[in-house]
């Protein structure tokens, strides 16, 4: 499968953003979908995820109550919308699916497929 991320942008603080993650080759039933990012000199962290069979979600701690995972199983896309923005959410983020769901989905090695990135920038 492959993966189209878009959406990102530059924001002021307290803004919202979302974005998108389109599959192609295949649908995401029976996959699991994660949001990673990556800001310049850290490693890749956990931001979201959803499992598709069950609709299950996850969220790390830094972005719960913010940020909102969601699925459109006819569009073949799973969304991050992503409210209240804050200057450290700047970062590449990335989408990443992976067809064994029932594995632990805020491990980056987990998943098989990664779309390209899309830089998102919220100044202060």
């Known amino acids: 499968v492959q993966l189209q991320a878009s959406g990102g942008g530059l924001v002021q603080a307290g803004g919202s953003l979302r974005l998108s993650c389109a599959a192609s080759?295949?649908?995401?039933?029976?996959?699991?979908v994660g949001w990673f990012r990556q800001a310049p000199g850290k490693e890749r962290e956990f931001v979201a995820g959803?499992?598709?069979?069950?609709?299950?979600?996850y969220y790390a701690d830094s972005v719960k109550g913010r940020f909102a995972i969601a699925m459109d199983n006819a569009e073949k896309t799973v969304f991050l919308q992503m409210n209240s923005l804050k200057p450290e959410d700047t970062a590449v983020y990335y989408c990443?699916?992976?067809?064994?769901?029932?594995?632990?989905?805020?491990?980056?090695?987990?998943?098989?497929?990664w779309g390209q990135g899309t830089q998102v920038t919220v100044s202060s």
């Open positions: 990443a699916a992976t067809p064994r769901p029932r594995e632990d989905l805020t491990t980056a090695r987990r998943f098989d497929y």
């Open positions: 080759g295949r649908t995401f039933s029976s996959y699991a």
């Open positions: 959803i499992r598709w069979s069950s609709g299950s979600r």
